[in-house]
């Protein structure tokens, strides 16, 4: 099954650090553009960050530039967010995301269910 | 950053009506180099991701029921649900892709009347 599984959340402290984890299986991996879309509990959707297929380009949302790190493994199939100095607007799921056109990455036909991350004080 | 600004916020249809989400962008969202609208439309059911509707404002994800059409240029998009089904029920949200730092409407929860 084509299929995005998200890993790694969990609850750190403020200023703290996680990183997330997405697996992907079943179609080929090394061919896409990924993202990471976070949502805030009960609130909308967020572009995070997104990494070109063969990780040579990679761009952030404003809020998260420079905390964040986004990275990919093609031999592995999977994506990683990095997550630093975490702050409590921070708190979400986070999806991780396949975007449908190579030429044009900012739309996603593809989405994990998601692994909450939650920023405690 | 370009603003998505959804409405209404809620919406309620009966079974089998037509059901009309709007979506406006602070700034176009049409490229005329290609003439294209860089516009998106999900669905996100309880406890789901989102899943792709439409794109390129009017071009139907595959899969998609035909019931589930998009228009609009420019600035201003809408979707419409020409007979709502219960398994519609769930929040839509419109994305425009236009910019590097893509951004998403605050949703419209469309729920039964």
């Known amino acids: 099954e084509v299929q995005l599984v998200e890993s790694g959340g969990g609850v750190v402290q403020l200023g703290g650090s996680l990183r997330l984890s997405c697996a992907a299986s079943?179609?080929?991996?090394?061919?896409?553009?990924m993202s990471w879309v976070r949502q805030a509990p009960g609130k909308g959707l967020e572009w995070v960050a997104n990494i070109k297929h063969d990780g040579s380009t990679k761009f952030y949302v404003d809020s998260v530039e420079g905390r964040f790190t986004i990275s990919r493994d093609n031999a592995k199939n999977s994506l990683h967010l990095q997550m630093d100095s975490l702050r409590a607007e921070d708190t979400a799921v986070y999806y991780c995301a396949r975007s449908r056109d190579p030429s044009v990455p900012w739309y996603f036909d593809l989405w994990g269910r998601g692994t909450l991350v939650t920023v405690s004080s | 950053d370009i603003v998505m600004t959804q409405s209404p916020d809620s919406l309620a249809v009966s079974l089998g009506e037509r059901a009309t989400i709007n979506c406006k962008s602070s700034q176009s969202v049409l490229y005329s180099a290609n003439n294209r609208n860089y516009l998106a439309w999900y669905q996100q059911k309880p406890g789901q991701p989102p899943k792709l509707l439409i794109y390129w404002a009017s071009t139907r994800e595959s899969g998609v029921p035909d019931r589930f059409s998009g228009s609009g240029s420019g600035t201003d998009f809408t979707l419409t649900i020409s007979s709502l089904q219960a398994e519609d029920v769930a929040v839509y949200y419109c994305?425009?892709?236009?910019?590097?730092?893509?951004?998403f409407g605050q949703g419209t929860r469309l729920e039964i009347k």
């Open positions: 079943e179609f080929s991996f090394s061919d896409y553009w």
């Open positions: 994305q425009q892709y236009y910019s590097n730092s893509p951004t």
